[in-house]
C-alpha cells in the first residue's frame, strides 16, 4: 500500500553514445515520510538499425511514444511493489519460550544493557535471559506483583507489588531483596526516573503515586492525582513524568522538581488510557486507549496531533527511537505498528498477529525485537458476562509463554 509521494521520471534516449541504437531509460522512485526506497531500471529497446525512410522515421516516432507510456506503466507498477514491500514493518514471529507457573502476568521491562527481560507473574518476577533465551533466574516474594523498574546506575530494581501495597528494593545481581517500602493502595505502574534517582509507584486503588528516593529507599512525597493512574513515562529534559488517568481519559503531567501536577491532557476522542510510550526527540506521547485507538500527543501543547485504530483491550505502548515506529499490544491477539512520519502524521504500517491474551509488552531498543507473553485459554464454564461486562479469561496452568517477534 503506498503512503507516501511517487515520483516518477522517464527519460527518452533516442541514440545510444556508444552504439548509435534508440534507447528507452524509466527510473522509479517511490519516498516515504521518513525514509526513501530507490531503484532504477534502464531498458533498452531496439527500435531499428541503419538508415530510415520517411516512413521508418514516422514509425518510430509512434513506436517511441508507445514505449514511453509503457515505461510509465511499468515504473508506476514497479514504484507501487517496491514501497509496498519497504513501507511494512516486517515484523514476524520468531520463537516461543515457555515459562510455565499459574498465576497472572502484567508489565515486562527489558534491562539493554545487561540482557535480560523481567516478566512480572502473580507472586515472583521471571528473569528471561535474553542472550540464551531462556529463564535466568526469578526474583520471589513480590504478592500481586504489576511492574519492575530498573535502575542500572545503582544495581537496583523495584517492583510494584499491588496485593500488599508495597515496593521490593531489589539487588539486581543477586535477586536479593533488600527491603521493602509501602505505598499507596494497589501500586501498579511503576518507572525510574534518573535525573532526580527517584522511583513513581502509581497507586490504582490510592489514586496517587508514591515517589521514593532510589538512593535511601524512602518516601519523598505522596502526589494525589486525579483519577485510578495507569502506565507511566519520563520526560528528562522537559522535567516532567506522564501518566495516564484511566477513569479520567486524560493525561496528568507531574513537575519532577516540585512534585506538582501542573496540566492535565484531555485525550480529545480516547477513552480508558493504559499504555504510553514517548519520543523525547520530537516531543511526541503515544496513547493507547481502550476505545480501539492510539493517540499521539505533543508534549509541548498537550494536544493530540493524529490517531490510528488499534486492536480491544490494549495494555501496552511502546516506541522504537531508531526506526520511529510505535507499537500498542492488545489483548485480541493483535500488535499494531505504526509508524511517525510527521509532527502530526501516524501512519499503520503493519498488523502483527499475536495470540489472545497477549496484552503486555516491552521492545528491545539494540535488537529491535518485541516480547509479549500469554497462556492458553479455559474455556469458559461460568455465567454469561452482563453487557458492557470486562471479564479476563481463565488460563490453563503452566502454559504461560513469551512470544518474540523481530525482523531478522
Not at 247 to 254: G, L
Not at 287 to 305: E, H, I, Q, R
Not at 335 to 361: F, H, S
Request: charged residues 20%.
Amino acid at each position: 500500500m503506498i503512503v507516501g509521494g511517487l515520483a516518477l521520471l522517464v527519460n527518452l534516449n533516442r541514440t545510444s553514445a556508444s552504439r548509435g541504437e534508440p534507447v528507452a531509460a524509466a527510473e522509479t522512485s517511490a519516498l516515504t515520510g521518513t525514509e526513501s526506497k530507490r531503484t532504477a531500471i534502464t531498458l533498452r529497446a531496439i527500435l531499428g538499425r541503419g538508415r530510415r525512410s520517411p516512413v521508418g522515421a514516422e514509425r518510430d516516432r509512434h513506436e517511441g511514444i508507445g514505449v514511453k507510456l509503457s515505461l510509465l506503466f511499468i515504473g508506476l507498477a514497479l514504484a507501487s511493489a517496491i514501497h509496498a514491500v519497504g513501507g511494512e514493518s516486517g515484523y514476524k514471529f520468531l520463537k516461543n519460550i515457555p515459562i510455565g507457573g499459574e498465576g497472572g502476568w502484567d508489565y515486562l521491562s527489558i534491562d539493554a544493557a545487561a540482557r535480560k527481560l523481567y516478566v512480572t507473574h502473580a507472586t515472583k518476577i521471571v528473569i528471561v535471559d535474553l542472550a540464551e533465551d531462556k529463564i535466568g533466574g526469578e526474583i520471589a516474594d513480590t504478592l500481586g506483583v504489576h511492574g519492575f523498574a530498573i535502575a542500572s546506575e545503582l544495581g537496583r530494581g523495584f517492583s510494584s507489588n499491588g496485593k500488599e501495597s508495597k515496593v521490593s528494593v531489589v539487588d539486581l545481581k543477586t535477586t536479593n531483596t533488600i527491603t521493602k517500602v509501602a505505598t499507596g493502595e494497589n501500586p501498579d505502574a511503576i518507572l525510574f526516573e534518573p535525573t532526580q534517582a527517584e522511583v513513581y509507584a502509581f497507586n490504582g486503588g490510592g489514586k496517587s503515586a508514591t515517589v521514593i528516593n532510589a538512593k535511601t529507599n524512602k518516601v519523598v512525597v505522596t502526589v494525589p492525582l486525579s483519577g485510578k493512574p495507569e502506565f507511566a513515562a519520563a520526560d528528562a529534559l522537559g522535567a516532567r513524568v506522564f501518566c495516564n488517568i484511566e477513569d479520567k481519559s486524560e493525561v496528568a503531567v507531574i513537575d519532577i522538581k516540585t512534585h506538582a501536577v501542573t496540566a492535565s491532557w484531555p485525550l480529545a476522542g480516547g477513552q480508558d488510557p493504559t499504555g504510553m510510550a514517548f519520543d523525547a526527540v520530537h516531543h511526541r506521547l503515544f496513547v493507547g486507549c481502550g476505545n480501539k485507538l492510539m493517540a499521539m500527543l505533543d508534549t509541548d501543547s498537550g494536544k493530540v496531533v493524529a490517531k490510528v485504530p488499534i486492536g480491544s483491550g490494549v495494555d501496552a505502548c511502546a516506541f522504537d527511537d531508531k526506526t520511529q515506529l510505535a507499537f500498542a499490544s492488545c489483548g485480541d491477539g493483535r500488535i499494531t505498528i505504526a509508524r511517525e512520519e510527521g509532527p502530526n502524521k501516524l501512519t499503520v504500517v503493519q498488523t502483527l498477529t499475536t495470540e489472545r491474551g497477549a496484552r503486555t509488552m516491552a521492545l528491545d531498543p539494540g535488537t529491535h525485537r518485541i516480547y509479549t507473553c500469554t497462556a492458553q485459554i479455559a474455556p469458559d464454564t461460568g455465567p454469561s458476562p452482563s453487557p458492557g461486562e470486562r471479564r479476563r479469561p481463565n488460563y490453563v496452568a503452566d502454559t504461560f509463554h513469551l512470544l518474540v517477534y523481530g525482523t531478522e
